[in-house]
Every structure is written in C-alpha cells, then in structure tokens.
C-alpha cells in the first residue's frame, strides 16, 4: 500500500509540473489580458501552487511558487520583464536575469547570490511566434555549461499546444529520459494554467511574457515514454465569466505494476476580479 501510494504521489507530481536559437519581437505581458489569475491549487501539492500578484496595468508583479518556497519580485523596463527577484532569504539562487538583444527576448540567466550564472534558460519560437523549445544549460565544475533538459512545443493549427516532449539528459545523478505528454479534445474556454507548460519543479518557475501555450482547455492528457506513463480525462466547472474554476483529472496509469489504476487529481483556481 505504501509503495501504492508513493506512485501515485509521483504521478500527482508528474501530472502537476507536466521548462538557440531563433530571438521574437519585443514580449508583452505575462498572462492574458483580462485574465488574472490569482491562485493555482493542486489536491495533496504546497497551497496555492502558484500565487499572483500585479499592479494596476496588469503585469505580474510577483509570483509564489509552491506556497512560498521560491516568491519572486517580478521587474520591468517598460512592458519588458527584466528580473525576477528573489524575496526569499534562503534560497541559493536570487535572480532570473531576463536577456534581450536587440529588443528581442532570447533567454534567462539563472544567478546566484554572488552573481554567478549557474543556470542559462534559452528559449526559441517558431515562425508564428509560438514557444518551440526551451533548453535548460547548467554550470559544472569547469565553469562551463552543459545541456539538462530541452523541451520541444508543436501545436494545432487553432493554436493549441498538441505534444510537449521533455529530454533529460544523462548528466550529474539525472538518468537520461525522453517522454511525451499530448493533449487532445480541447473545450472552447479560456485557459488559465498553459504557462506552467514552461517550467519544471527541478527549475526555478518562468515567466515567459505573452506566450500562449493553450488558449483552451484540454479535456485528455496522454503521456507516454520513459518513466510513469498514463491517460488522464479532464472535466471542468467553469465561472461566470467561462473561466475555469475546478479541473477534475481521471488518472489512468497505463504501465508498469499500477496499470490500469484510476487515481482523481483535482486542480481549483481563483481571479482577481
């Protein structure tokens, strides 16, 4: 039973975080306009998973990560993200250094307290200015840099991401893995949590200023590869305002000893009105 339920915690994990290359126009920014979301929450995760904050424009202004195990003070030049800054006394990393050249967005340096890169997120879009890869690069002891993990983007044509493909490589105590979620059957509802498509829990959690990775919302998740693999299908109770406010997952594991087990996750969201 407990091996049962380690699983399932991992799956939960999975499914929760489930973050050279060609530079974009000048970002807008984070999170669709109209659309402020205040908390992401995730049954048995830190409460809220994600928290926002903004100011009256409706650019973040800070955001809490796993009920405060990273919050960041978010830092503008303009309608540009410069900084994400660590309000956080404890944490070893302290900045997310936002990279422009020639007013293009191409990246983030991952700093520590003394200054020093330990961590290069470099981020590539495609000819529709849709998010095509994100490569994470980190230091190692020769003070060079190299490939963690990269996870490439495709999309349907109404613009809603289809397959996210995520490879870890074999460096450091990481095992070398390459799998595939993909979404499918998407409603006709605003979408409010497709950004966290961008990051992973081994990462600090980014920002990446107007980028859509959903515009709706996928009723079935299928993943499939290395590691855990399952099938989940999505009910959602909407607002209102048609924004979505409880996501109810029916989590089918589909390999390994567990297959053919169900497990419900269930995910809440909260807008500042």
């Known amino acids: 039973m407990k091996r049962q339920l ?13 973050c050279h290359k060609e530079p974009v126009n000048t970002p807008e920014p984070p999170i669709a306009t109209g659309l402020r979301l205040k908390d992401l929450t995730e049954r048995n ?19 809490n990560y796993q009920s405060g195990l990273r919050v960041y003070e978010v830092r503008y030049s303009g309608k540009n993200i410069v900084s994400m800054e660590s309000t956080v006394d404890t944490v070893t990393i302290i900045k997310l250094e936002y990279i422009y050249v020639n007013g293009e967005f191409v990246g983030i340096k991952v700093k520590n307290r003394n200054g020093e890169v330990i961590e290069n997120c ?13 490569e994470w690069d980190v230091r190692d002891g020769n ?28 460096i450091a105590t990481q095992t070398e893995a390459i799998y595939t979620d993909r979404f499918e059957n998407y409603d006709d509802h605003v979408n409010a949590e497709g950004f966290s498509l ?4 081994s990462h600090e959690p980014i920002l990446l200023p107007g980028t859509k990775i959903q515009l709706n919302n996928p009723r079935r ?5 290395d590691g855990i693999n399952f099938e989940i299908n999505n009910t959602y109770t909407y607002d209102s305002h048609g924004r979505p406010i409880i996501k109810t997952g029916d989590v089918k594991a589909t390999n390994g000893s567990n297959a053919g087990q169900h497990f419900e996750a269930q995910s809440t969201f909260s807008y500042y009105d």
């Open 221 to 225: 998740v299928i993943r499939t590869g």
């Open 6 to 18: 380690l699983i399932w915690g991992m799956i939960i994990a999975t499914i929760t975080v489930a």
């Open 143 to 170: 003070a060079g840099f190299l490939i963690e993990q990269i996870l490439t983007y495709s999309y349907y044509p109404d613009g809603n991401v289809m397959e996210v493909v995520t490879h870890n490589y074999p």
């Open 45 to 63: 995760l830190p409460s809220p998973y994600y928290h926002f904050e903004y100011d009256d424009s409706g650019k973040v202004t800070l955001l």
């Open 198 to 201: 961008a990051n992973n829990s």
């Open 122 to 134: 470099i981020i590539s879009y495609n000819s529709s200015h849709q998010l095509q890869e994100i």
